[in-house]
């Protein structure tokens, strides 16, 4: 593969193919069978499970013996990270990165203006405020403050946290504010007055929806579609609600009429409404989404007031409306009158051939077919306009940025200029102005915010954050390792340029996995200060599982063919070993969420390959996951434990089961928050307790508030990022 070669102030993307070493799989079925572990159930029923699991009272989150368990935990963990003489510099550190006022406020289009959500030192819940573009392109934006979310917190004696705001398009003067207690996924929903900056209150006939994990969005300015708890048997469950109604302003929430029902034994998420509106603001279709399960859903559409079907794959993703078409991207193979479609394509057609009753129009493939990727790309953002479509297309985990316009002979596409070796995102669009906001940053390069005028594919740069780390150390190089299967698994390492390779460089390495999502170059300052700058080597491995070459990279680990991600994972790991990067004694690795799985799994199937683990808000006990709130909505990805055969395959890698006494495991550092309502925190509990009773050396932390996004406060963000990197840093540093 071809080098780029660049300054050497500047970052550099090496793309090198290099040597690769295949491993041999692990039949961890086999080792457990001859020689299970002391807490292996021997009956992988939920009751035989949950009879071997001596750990159960961790699970109920404000149980007496869990807060007993939470602060001895939590007080050994702050002793050996706060107590390091490196915690307070990084501390500091961190908490300057985070509360920086020289961030690029992150923008939508707000009415006439922009709007913008801001958490700084002084305001660490933050503001939600507006400006005008004009003033926003200037070095000193006048920004009006709409909502003082601290101010509010006092005011209310609520640890409330801003989870976003939804507007009532074109004028966008109403909006719904979403407030969450503590960071939780669950919000309260109020009705916000731009205009007189203040909410709209019941007795002014101003909607506000008890706290729950809502599906809503407005239909017009007096009716909201709204899927909600709606009392018993109104829920999946996951804990998410099936059932979608009509709320009128004005009337109570037991009020509302039932417009579209799935079912209590729906998987996913919860149905969805979409309502998706022309550049004027008028509707031009009702959709709503019902998930079969993770993956798998249903689309219908309300027509002259009733639901019905669409023809479409289980496997999609719909992407807007455009003069009547359906712009939507199936996940599967899919062939729709005699007509063949490759997963991963972005597809044009009118919402009418799509049933019920099908419009006798006739369809050109060719002119359907807006872009099919190439078996290294895969489509990954997409923004549809009037009349054009932006998106961007990964090219080998890389970011490109296209602009598809439809003509009688189908579509033409585009390239709009983004900085080579960088990962690319869409922001905000405005139908009404044919704009929309594009990101650009790379692992030693930060971000640029840039507004595209879509008509024409001219890119306008509006803002460029500062360096927070001296980048002209490092060089980035992206190489691939040779899993156990021989797939090519590609990965990307940042370090530094005059790194010996002995095998003595600390090695973070990352990794997901899971949920089709994907992980280009993305500028992390925290990392950059804390470790990079300290002579530190970061790794981000692009494994299977995720997104980054379509729907087919995400589907070959999922269910019974979760080891291939482990594989691909460990395989990486090996791969830096062989080119001398680092080695066992200086290599860590880092999870969170499903990142968790594939941690604690790595850290039980190949201890010997680590000496560190930050396994973080992680799902870890995926033998009871689905019994943990709001584990079902996620069968579709791991497989159902309930059933014998999905049960025997999950077995032979959850980590919590799989732990032995006799084994030597690094000092793992597992940490969690009390308020996470999406991945329970009894995983990391119960993890911990485990590693405790075999005698392995551990540290667990679990923080009071903040959720599954720890994006309540910076300040107690910057907390946690120097907990990680001091652990870190004494593991593979010292």
């Given at each position: 593969m071809k080098s780029l070669f660049l300054s050497a102030a500047l970052p550099v993307l090496?793309?090198?193919?290099?040597?690769?070493?295949?491993?041999?799989?692990?039949?961890?079925a086999a080792v457990a069978a001859s020689n299970p572990p002391p807490h292996f159930p021997r009956d992988l029923s939920p009751e035989g499970v949950r009879a071997a699991d001596d750990h159960l009272a961790l699970e109920e989150v404000d149980g007496v013996e869990a807060r007993a368990f939470v602060a001895a935990e939590n007080a050994k963990s702050l002793s050996a990270l706060t107590g390091d003489r490196r915690y307070e510099p990084f501390r500091q550190q961190a908490e300057a990165i985070l509360t920086a006022t020289d961030r690029i406020p992150g923008v939508s289009f707000l009415g006439e203006g922009l709007g913008n959500f801001w958490q700084d030192a002084a305001n660490p819940k933050g503001v939600w405020r507006r400006t005008t573009l004009d003033s926003y392109r200037s070095n000193q934006p006048q920004w009006e403050t709409l909502l003082d979310i601290d101010a509010l917190a006092r005011a209310e004696g609520r640890d409330w946290v801003f989870k976003g705001a939804n507007c009532l398009a074109p004028d966008e003067t109403?909006?719904?504010?979403?407030?969450?207690?503590?960071g939780k996924d669950a919000v309260t929903v109020r009705e916000f007055d731009l205009i007189t900056k203040t909410f709209v209150t019941p007795s002014q006939g101003g909607f506000v929806i008890p706290e729950g994990k809502h599906r809503l969005t407005w239909l017009d300015r007096d009716t909201l579609l709204i899927a909600t708890d709606f009392g018993p048997g109104t829920m999946t469950e996951s804990g998410y609600p099936f059932i979608v109604k009509s709320l009128t302003r004005g009337h109570p929430l037991a009020h509302a009429t039932e417009v579209y029902r799935g079912q209590q034994s729906d998987g996913g998420y919860g149905v969805s409404p979409m309502v998706f509106r022309d550049k004027a603001g008028a509707v031009e279709a009702v959709l709503f989404s019902r998930p079969l399960d993770t993956?798998?859903?249903?689309?219908?559409?309300?027509?002259?007031?009733?639901p019905v079907k669409l023809s479409l794959p289980e496997r999609v993703a719909v992407e807007g409306v455009m003069g009547g078409n359906l712009i939507f991207s199936p996940d599967q193979a899919w062939t729709f009158d005699r007509q063949d479609y490759a997963a991963g394509s972005l597809l044009s057609l009118p919402i009418g051939v799509l049933g019920p009753v099908r419009l006798d129009i006739a369809i050109d493939a060719d002119r359907a077919t807006i872009f099919t990727p190439t078996p290294r790309q895969s489509l990954q953002n997409v923004t549809v306009l009037s009349d054009s479509i932006v998106a961007v297309v990964a090219d080998n985990v890389v970011g490109t940025l296209k602009r598809f316009t439809p003509s009688a002979s189908g579509w033409t596409a585009?390239?709009?200029?983004?900085?080579?070796?960088?990962?690319?995102?869409?922001?905000?669009?405005s139908k009404a102005k044919g704009q929309v906001f594009v990101s650009t940053q790379g692992f030693l390069t930060p971000p640029t915010l840039s507004l595209a005028e879509v008509s024409t594919g001219a890119l306008t740069e509006l803002k460029s954050a500062p360096a927070k780390f001296d980048a002209s150390t490092h060089v980035v190089e992206q190489f691939e390792a040779t899993?156990?299967?021989?797939?090519?698994?590609?990965?990307?390492?940042?370090?530094?340029?005059d790194l010996a390779m002995d095998g003595t460089g600390p090695t973070i390495l990352f990794g997901y996995g899971g949920f089709q999502a994907s992980f280009p170059p993305a500028y992390k300052p925290e990392m950059g200060k804390l470790w990079l700058e300290n002579g530190g080597v970061f790794v981000q491995a692009n494994i299977r599982g995720g997104g980054e070459f379509g729907p087919g990279w995400h589907q070959a680990?999922?269910?019974?063919n979760r080891q291939r991600a482990f594989d691909d994972f460990a395989a990486v790991a090996r791969d830096l070993e062989q080119r001398r990067i680092t080695s066992p004694r200086h290599l860590g690795i880092y999870g969170r969420s499903n990142g968790g799985v594939l941690t604690s799994v790595s850290i039980t199937q190949h201890p010997e390959l680590f000496n560190a683990a930050v396994i973080e808000s992680p799902l870890i006990d995926m033998l009871r996951y689905q019994d943990l709130p709001a584990g079902a909505s996620w069968i579709g990805e791991y497989g159902d434990p309930r059933i014998p055969g999905d049960a025997a395959f999950i077995a032979r890698y959850s980590a919590y089961q799989q732990l032995r006494p006799e084994m030597k495991y690094p000092r793992v550092y597992i940490t969690t928050n009390t308020r996470d309502d999406r991945v329970h925190p009894g995983h990391a509990r119960k993890f911990a307790a485990r590693l405790g009773d075999q005698g392995h050396d551990h540290l667990y932390y679990e923080d009071t508030a903040g959720g599954h996004s720890n994006d309540a406060d910076p300040v107690a963000n910057a907390r946690r990022w120097a907990r990680h990197y001091v652990y870190l840093s004494q593991q593979l540093m010292d």
């Open positions: 090496i793309l090198a193919a290099g040597p690769a070493l295949a491993l041999a799989p692990v039949d961890s109403r909006c719904l504010i979403n407030l969450s207690d503590g993956f798998r859903s249903e689309i219908w559409r309300l027509a002259d007031g009733k585009t390239d709009i200029a983004v900085p080579a070796n960088s990962a690319v995102g869409l922001g905000d669009s899993s156990t299967d021989g797939t090519k698994i590609p990965y990307f390492v940042t370090r530094p340029r680990a999922l269910r019974e």
